[in-house]
């Protein structure tokens, strides 16, 4: 249920209002906006059969949420959600300005790392990607450098202040992970991993959801609900392709998937084209697609030599590609209303991120 607050509500009406509606067995979620407040009351059926008879007293209007997902839904929250990461929550995602992710697929080793952390900056990507943990098809192919990457991805953190985004795998690592990470990808072959997303839920970590290769946009947003739902704000949206017939392309970028939730969701989108188009020639055009119909940033793979990446090779842009790619961008932004974030010249200081567990009641 959705309870818009009318404009000249008090704060003892608000106080008042929450603590009858969680009497209910409720939750409430406000959500205070520029020109209006919310009141979001999710919960069982009775319990919001309960919320409706209530007197609302300093209420404008009154809303069921028709959607499946609540937390995830447009409706709750007063103006879209930005969603801030790294050192000093120094990265927004969602905000005016695209938000650029890239690196390697998987951390290789320091050097190459720093190297393509240092040219993706200086081409005005935000956050640094690199897989530590690899969910690879081949029980046989690179699984990733484990503990050893997270290491390099932190210390790479601290020379150049990228935030870093790197992937968990299994609910048992997501501490381990996020002691490293500023931001923890959940990967398409885990969206519907519950356990994990119940585990990503209770960290202090934003989390990038990728939709799974055969998920629905609803499926989607009802992943990003089991993360809300455990207290976790910070969910970025992320449309990587999904299968289809064709195999022209590695995956089908959906691109009316992103501006289906645009409209769906107060939660950043971002997209892959990468992994989409699973070929080094169409991440430019697909990556000004996205842009286009409205991605609030990208995630793309970059490496210093892309033909010996030890996964995903084809899809791998050099640095110098990259820098085309974000020139390319630039004006389809603009075109849209929106800009790209500038790129950050000086280092930030070395703060490795303390991992804190939220406290649930
Ligand atoms: C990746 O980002 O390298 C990756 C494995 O992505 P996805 O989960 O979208 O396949
Ligand atoms: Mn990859």
Redesign the pocket.
């Known amino acids: 249920m959705i309870l818009v607050m009318s404009p000249r509500h008090t704060d003892a009406e608000l106080d008042d209002l929450r603590e009858r509606v969680e009497r209910t067995g409720a939750r409430t979620v406000v959500s205070r906006g520029a020109g209006r407040t919310i009141v979001g009351c999710v919960g069982d059926h009775d319990a919001l059969e309960s919320v409706a008879r209530l007197a609302l007293t300093g209420v404008e209007s009154a809303t069921p949420i028709r959607t499946p997902y609540k937390l995830a839904a447009r409706g709750i929250a007063a103006d879209r959600s930005v969603v801030r990461a790294g050192p000093g929550a120094g990265v927004a995602i969602g905000a005016h300005a695209l938000a650029v992710i890239a690196g390697p ?1 998987s951390v290789e080793g320091r050097d190459m790392l720093h190297t393509t952390a240092r040219a993706v900056r200086s081409s005005g990507a935000v956050m640094l990607r690199g ?1 530590a943990f690899k ?1 690879r098809s081949s029980p046989y192919a690179f699984q990733g450098l484990g503990v050893e990457a997270l290491e390099m991805l932190a210390e790479v953190r601290a020379v150049t202040g990228m935030p870093i985004v790197t ?1 968990v795998l299994d609910p048992r690592q997501v501490d381990l992970v996020a002691a490293h990470a500023d931001v923890l ?1 959940i ?3 885990n969206m519907q991993n519950f356990a994990l997303l119940a585990e990503v839920g209770r960290v202090r970590r934003p989390v990038l959801l ?1 939709r799974g290769m055969s998920c629905t946009v609803t499926e989607l947003l009802l992943a990003a609900e089991y993360v809300l739902a455990q207290g976790n704000p910070d969910v970025i949206l992320c449309e ?1 392709g999904i299968r289809t017939f064709d195999t022209v392309t590695r995956n089908c970028l959906d691109v009316g998937a992103i501006a289906a939730l645009k409209a769906e969701t107060h939660l950043p989108v971002i997209a ?1 084209p990468s ?1 989409a188009a699973g070929r080094a020639d169409l991440v430019l055009p697909l990556a000004c697609a996205a842009v286009a119909v409205g991605a609030d940033g990208l995630i793309v793979e970059v490496h210093p030599e892309p033909a010996r990446a030890r996964s ?1 090779a084809d899809q791998t842009l050099t640095p110098h590609q990259f820098a085309e790619l974000m020139a390319a961008i630039a004006p389809v932004a603009r075109a849209v209303g929106r800009a790209l974030s500038e790129p950050r010249a000086a280092a930030l200081p070395s703060a490795e991120p303390t991992h804190c567990r939220r406290a649930h009641a």
Do not use: S
Request: charged share 45%.
């Open positions: 697929c897989g969910p992937e990808q990967g398409a072959r990728k990587r892959d992994h995903d």
